[in-house]
């Protein structure tokens, strides 16, 4: 079971209840309930476009929205006191506005420059760090397979609990032949905290397969090096966390840097469109057309 199908329905709950408390008692053909109605959809287009939402998601969102109106509709007691148009459109004129800005903006705040892609042809520079085993890994190692890696640390609250979720959304669009030739790593920025124990903590937490997924740990000068070949900047803020830049980066089979996706919230299909095309079957497919 897709354990973001529970969430995203609770989601929608969240809010759909204010928005089908407003509508309750409204006339059908009301200007209430149609605009009430029109920031809901809008809302959720929003919404899935925001966070790349594959259609169960979406349905498990919208349920959500459905549900929560519907209840609040329902239980609206006797009496229930109607809402004054400035009360409504308020409400109606504010979920229109924050669902264009969520459909013009960049849909992670954090991640103020957006998204970008680079293409490169060129080496990948080598590492060789300790796996979630104590095991080493090294880069050349997982030659033969499309190499996706983000950097992480165990510690963070903010943007890398994200990235193994994009990744993971990434992972389900492919078919199984192409799982068998893809390899997700994550190579840690925190050397003090993230042990090879820590790591497979953070591994059971989120959700992550051993048989997808290789987390990466290894000393300072390691580390350092390893983030600072691939322009991985870190820095401690006020509370002593460690805020860094969010990229995907892509290593062909032959051990070649491919491409670059900067940005949290780089769309789904982009990633997973940039990982077919290193594919062998996929490549040779090309070349043949």
């Known amino acids: 079971m897709n354990l973001a199908l529970p969430g995203l329905f609770l989601g929608g709950l969240a809010f759909g209840l204010p928005l089908g408390r407003l509508r309750a008692g ?13 920031a809901s959809a809008l809302l959720l287009i929003a919404l899935r476009s925001a966070f790349s ?13 459905y549900v929560a109106q519907m209840l609040a509709r329902r239980v609206a007691p006797v009496g229930h006191d109607v809402p004054s148009p400035l009360r409504w459109r308020t409400a109606a004129y504010a979920t229109l506005l924050a669902s264009i800005l969520l459909l013009a903006g960049d849909p992670a705040a954090a991640q103020s420059a957006g998204w970008k892609r680079l293409d490169a042809d060129e080496k990948a520079p080598a590492f060789k760090l300790t796996d979630q085993n104590g095991k080493p890994v090294a880069l050349a ?22 990235l193994p979720q994009i990744l993971a959304r990434v992972d389900k669009h492919l078919q ?114």
């Not at 290894?218 to 390893?226: D, R």
Request: charge should be positive; hydrophobic fraction near 40%; glycine fraction near 8%.
């Open 141 to 162: 190692s997982l030659r033969g397979k499309v190499v996706v890696a983000s950097f992480i640390y165990t510690e963070c609250k903010d943007i890398c609990p994200v």
């Open 26 to 38: 409204a006339a059908r053909f009301s200007h209430r309930r149609f605009g009430l109605l029109a």
């Open 176 to 289: 199984p032949e192409e799982q068998a030739q893809v390899r997700f790593v994550g190579i840690s920025i925190d050397p003090l905290r993230d042990t090879p124990e820590k790591l497979r903590s953070f591994m059971a937490a989120h959700g992550l397969s051993p048989e997808r997924w290789t987390l990466l740990t290894g000393s300072s000068a390691e580390l350092t090096k390893v983030a600072t070949d691939y322009g991985i900047v870190a820095k401690p803020d006020a509370s002593g966390d460690l805020v860094h830049n969010a990229v995907y980066i892509l290593i062909d089979g032959q051990g070649k840097l491919r491409t670059e996706f900067h940005g949290l919230f780089t769309p789904t299909e982009e990633i997973v469109g940039a990982v077919r095309g290193l594919l062998p079957a996929r490549k040779a497919q090309t070349r043949r057309h």
């Open 53 to 65: 939402l594959n259609l169960p998601e979406t349905l498990a969102l919208a349920f959500g929205f």
